[in-house]
């Protein structure tokens, strides 16, 4: 046809050109051109399969994912992407795993909004949610999770096979190749109103994110199947979406927001009588005052979640929350009885296969131990915290039996094994995104180069410490301990201006800290400031 013509016939192919191409219009119709002419000649399936992968919010994709997204046999469309592929409309990365250009997704897109009707075009973003959904909760209940699992129950089952897991690690794989891909479709789920399939990915999936440093995508995720929850009056998944969001307010040292989070999902399965749901409530906003130092609080949560889980005979969470009362034991300076409860909670965990939880109470056990004078024995505790973490997966845990290591062969003055110990761990905490733990872990480090004679070393190691604690607003005593610290060297080293400009930074965070045992630490910096220092 004439060029004025074609080039007519390519501007009224899409809407979406003059918007996003970015080279000059001449150079635009090519582009549009060549999308329309590589598009035209496809066999009607084939160029179904492209138009679906218009309608598909993630990056990345599979075969099983488009033919559940087509509503086709997964013969029919790895045939398709092979013809795609070769037509360049279609990229392959792995076995399996393809993507599209951004362009050319466009292109697909309006083509699906030009050729297909509005409620195929919903049914697919159904389909795709409803084999992702079977697929997480295939991954989630392979993970070593304690949490409560959801019934999927109403949600049709997808013909499309779903994937299977060997076990934990295996999941974590899925999840880490999936979790962009979830979250795009939950954000196109909850644009198209579609409430019952949004709140259920936020809540099979925080069986998964239990196991991460929890960043904004988990959040948002969070808060659009709290949205889509709460427009549908189900309040049992506001509660387990409201635990969720408390757990990764915790992990984000956001402990107010976390206790508010926590205190709520109580109040609502207390209303709806869940005496299980309540229990393990209990238990999460013990370990909020756990964290805060407020033991005596975290103590009798604790003891409460225990008195209803035994007659219910959730053994796995009576084990959870006689771990955090030894934990919390052990802040308390009773070394002898968080043992004992730190023995009997990890027996259980490893009698029934919870080994998230069988690793803190490892991890209790050693300091309970290394404070009682039985090195050995915390030694013991602590490999096998390491071989724990190892088969969990995540660095996390890696890192923080690594730094229980590392205060270990301080203690028995193995110096040098320590210092490699606390390095590897800081890269750990670093790399996870965990300033707070490389924080804790350069403040084990100063404390070790104090020991050896080191002061200049320390107070590097101090001053690096006291940079991650800044980061997080409610770490105010673990802050201005290592400020005193620091003050201290100071002193001792005759800058006495320089150690009081840290005393009184200390008493500044002090005065914000929530953290119920800051008063001594307070008076004593109070105490030198008043006497000049002396």
Known sequence: MPLGDLLRDLRDESTLWTVLASEPEDESHVVRSVFSWSYRPLPEETAGVFRSLGLYPGVTFGTNAIAALCGMSTTVVRHALDALVGAHLVEQTDADLYQVHDLLRSFALDRARNEDPEEKRRTALENLAHWYLYSADAAARATDSHLRHHDLGGVPRPETEVPTFSG??????????????????????????????????????????????????????????????????????????????????????????????????????????????????????????????????????????????????????????????????????????????????????????????????????????????????????????????????????????????????????????????????????????????????????????????????????YARAIEGYRSGDHYRRSLAHCLYRLGELHRDAGRDHHARREYEEALEVLKGSIEADSSGLRERIEGLIRNGLT
């Open 168 to 461: 934990h690690q295996d999941a974590l794989r899925w999840f880490d190749r999936e979790s962009l891909n979830m979250s795009a479709l939950v954000e196109a789920t909850a644009e198209a109103g579609l409430d019952a399939l949004t709140w259920r990915f936020p809540v099979i999936l925080r069986h998964v994110y239990v196991f991460y440093a929890c960043g904004s995508e988990w959040e948002r995720m969070i808060e659009s199947g709290m949205i889509a929850a709460t427009r549908e009056r189900n309040r049992e998944a506001e509660a387990d979406l409201l635990e969720a969001s408390g757990m990764a307010c915790v992990q984000g040292h956001r402990y107010p927001e976390g206790l508010e989070r926590h205190r709520r999902a109580h109040e609502l399965r207390r209303t709806m009588k869940d005496e299980f749901g309540v229990a393990m409530s209990l238990n999460a906003i013990g370990i909020v005052h756990l964290r805060v130092r407020r033991l005596d609080q975290a103590a009798q949560h604790f003891r409460r979640s225990l008195e209803i889980l035994e007659p219910l005979s959730k053994r796995t969470w009576s084990g959870i929350a006689l771990g955090n009362l030894a934990r919390t034991h052990l802040e308390e300076g009773r070394f002898e009885e968080s043992w004992s409860l730190a023995e009997r909670a990890a027996r259980i965990h490893h009698e029934t296969g919870n080994r998230l939880s069988e690793f803190s109470c490892l991890t209790t056990l050693c300091v309970a131990q290394r404070e009682s004078g039985h090195t050995e024995q915390a030694f013991m505790a602590v490999r096998l915290a390491l071989e724990v973490a190892a088969q969990l997966g995540g660095s996390l845990r890696e890192a923080l039996a690594l730094l229980e290591l590392g205060m270990l062969l301080v203690r028995v003055r193995s110096w040098d094994e320590a210092i490699a110990a606390y390095q590897r761990a800081a890269v750990l905490y670093r790399q996870g995104g965990d300033l707070i733990g490389e924080a804790r872990v350069l403040e084990a480090t100063a404390d070790a180069h104090l020991a050896m004679g080191r002061a200049d070393d320390a107070v590097r190691s």
